[in-house]
């Protein structure tokens, strides 16, 4: 069984150990302590909270088959006469997007705008990640 301290939740949610601690507070998510009093979450527990989370964050996932929409702030607006290159920082992620020059000129897309990046792949590859965050001189898995 995998458990989380609360700073491995937070790195894991983009949020702060705070905001996670106020989630468990008000009983959005569940605690218990481990044998040195620390608070855990039980991994099965974090992803339910986190699927049930989802979602677009326009409200607009109905109209559209791509379901993997990150909204964030727009870092580096590249243009050249055809093409261009929007940086966008959504949470702990940093996502390059290659479009026309044409469609950022449509969208005003420009540094310290708004933009949801839609993602829509044929392949996505996954990698079992190991915990590299110590805790007191030890390593949690």
Request: glycine residues 10%; proline residues 3%.
């Amino acid at each position: 069984m995998t458990v989380f301290q609360i700073g491995e939740a937070a790195d894991l949610l983009g949020v702060s150990p705070d905001t996670v601690r106020r989630w468990v507070d008000a009983g959005r998510l569940t605690a218990t302590r481990d044998e040195h009093g620390h608070r855990t979450i039980d991994g099965v527990e974090l992803a339910a909270y986190v699927s049930g989370q989802g979602g677009d964050p326009n409200g607009r996932a109905e109209a559209s088959s791509a379901r993997n929409r990150l909204r964030g702030i727009v870092t580096a607006v590249v243009k050249d006469t055809v093409m261009a290159q929007v940086d966008i920082q959504a949470g702990p992620f940093r996502l390059v997007s290659l479009m026309s020059r044409e469609a950022v000129d449509e969208l005003d897309l420009q540094v310290g705008s708004v933009a949801v990046a839609v993602i829509k792949s044929t392949t996505v590859v996954v990698e079992r990640s190991t915990p590299t965050v110590a805790h007191r001189g030890r390593t949690t898995t």
